[in-house]
């Protein structure tokens, strides 16, 4: 069974007050299994994805392609990200290193991953998946994987 993580977002304690508030095992569980079909989905449409954990390998170095991070804690739930392969090359890393704010290549990367997170949004639901972006404290957004379709898109008449 799948619980909407974003109940878990709205009425968990604040950060503050209880860093280390987690979902249960089984809420977590349930997370992990819409990832994987989420996974699927995109890799039967020829998305390359992958399903992390959120202590695993996210960011700088992941595998390229979609990420499906599962979070037992803030954000909570599943959430879809892009990883370009650009991301894991040596001029890139000197660009984050040097913190040049201002370089196009990392304006380029930022709006590209903006792109192919949205397609990729775009390629679940309509292949009957619940999805949402929810704002991320101001500065960006969370892309979220709600909840499966209740009939695969292959058994739609």
């Given at each position: 069974?799948?619980?909407?993580?974003?109940?878990?977002?709205?009425?968990?304690?604040?950060?503050?007050?209880q860093p280390l508030f987690r979902a249960a095992d089984?809420?977590?569980?349930?997370?992990?299994?819409?990832?994987?079909?989420?996974?699927?989905?995109?890799?039967?449409?020829?998305?390359?994805?992958t399903v992390l954990v959120a202590d695993d390998r996210?960011?700088?170095?992941?595998?390229?392609?979609?990420?499906?991070i599962v979070c037992n804690a803030r954000p909570f739930?599943?959430?879809?990200?892009?990883?370009?392969?650009?991301?894991?090359?040596?001029?890139?890393?000197?660009?984050?290193?040097?913190?040049?704010?201002?370089?196009?290549?990392?304006?380029?990367?930022?709006?590209?991953?903006?792109?192919?997170?949205?397609?990729?949004?775009?390629?679940?639901?309509?292949?009957?998946?619940?999805?949402?972006?929810?704002?991320?404290?101001?500065?960006?957004?969370?892309?979220?994987?709600?909840?499966?379709?209740?009939?695969?898109?292959?058994?739609?008449?």
């Amino acid at each position: 069974m799948t619980v909407d993580a974003r109940q878990f977002y709205w009425t968990a304690p604040p950060f503050e007050e209880q860093p280390l508030f987690r979902a249960a095992d089984d809420v977590v569980a349930g997370w992990m299994e819409l990832a994987n079909h989420a996974q699927s989905e995109l890799e039967g449409f020829g998305i390359p994805a992958t399903v992390l954990v959120a202590d695993d390998r996210v960011g700088l170095g992941a595998d390229p392609g979609a990420q499906l991070i599962v979070c037992n804690a803030r954000p909570f739930g599943v959430i879809l990200t892009w990883e370009p392969s650009i991301r894991g090359t040596e001029e890139f890393r000197n660009i984050v290193l040097n913190r040049s704010t201002t370089s196009p290549l990392l304006r380029y990367v930022a709006e590209g991953r903006n792109l192919m997170t949205e397609a990729c949004m775009a390629v679940l639901s309509a292949a009957g998946f619940s999805t949402a972006r929810d704002h991320f404290e101001g500065t960006g957004y969370d892309y979220r994987v709600l909840f499966a379709p209740q009939i695969p898109i292959i058994e739609r008449e």
